[in-house]
């Protein structure tokens, strides 16, 4: 009994670590940037399909909701400031799908083939696009077209994320191993 006890409480702290130590990845990912247009090219969407991938499902949203609460009560913690007012920005569609990539990467079983993998990291990654550009339609005037505001918020950033696709695809097999440590 006292056994299963220790056990439970050790998964509970690296659980917490890693929640923790996954909203710090996401403030540093937000800071690596290029500055395009109103939406940054950051290295965010690599770093939540990444806790995808190492946390699986629950926790990865988890450290995305920490993330976003952590932004929102002031913590520098977004790209380019913090507080509620960025969170429901021109960016703020783009943040709130990443609770919902991060979910999605974290179903990626170890036994799929990196093809496989690849097309359920597009497919994840594609929803905080969906949110991002609908939120930033919103933000820029429904008079917009959705083409002038893809142009914008989606088309400078695709090559970019076939790179960090690829690139977790390749670590796929290793990166889903860490998933049983935790």
């Not at 950051?42 to 988890?62: D, E, H, N, S």
């Not at 790209?79 to 991060?102: H, Q």
């Not at 959705?146 to 990166?175: M, T």
């Amino acid at each position: 009994m006292q056994t299963v006890k220790t056990l439970n409480n050790s998964k509970i702290i690296k659980s917490f670590l890693a929640v923790i130590f996954g909203t710090g990845l996401l403030a540093i990912s937000s800071k690596i940037q290029t500055p395009f247009t109103l939406v940054p090219a950051t290295m965010q969407t690599f770093i939540v399909l990444f806790l995808g991938m190492v946390l699986g499902r629950r926790l990865a949203a988890a450290t995305v909701i920490l993330y976003l609460i952590q932004g929102s009560i002031g913590l520098p913690v977004f790209a380019k400031g913090a507080g509620f007012a960025y969170l429901i920005g021109p960016t703020g569609g783009y943040l709130i799908g990443f609770i919902f990539t991060a979910f999605f990467a974290g179903m990626i079983k170890i036994k799929n083939d990196p093809i496989i993998i690849s097309i359920y990291l597009l497919f994840s990654v594609s929803i905080s696009y969906i949110f991002g550009l609908l939120w930033l339609w919103n933000y820029m005037g429904l008079d917009k077209s959705f083409d002038a505001v893809f142009l914008v918020g989606a088309q400078p950033f695709l090559l970019i994320e076939v790179y960090k696709i690829l690139i977790l695809a390749v670590l796929s097999k290793q990166l889903l191993k860490i998933k049983n440590f935790i």
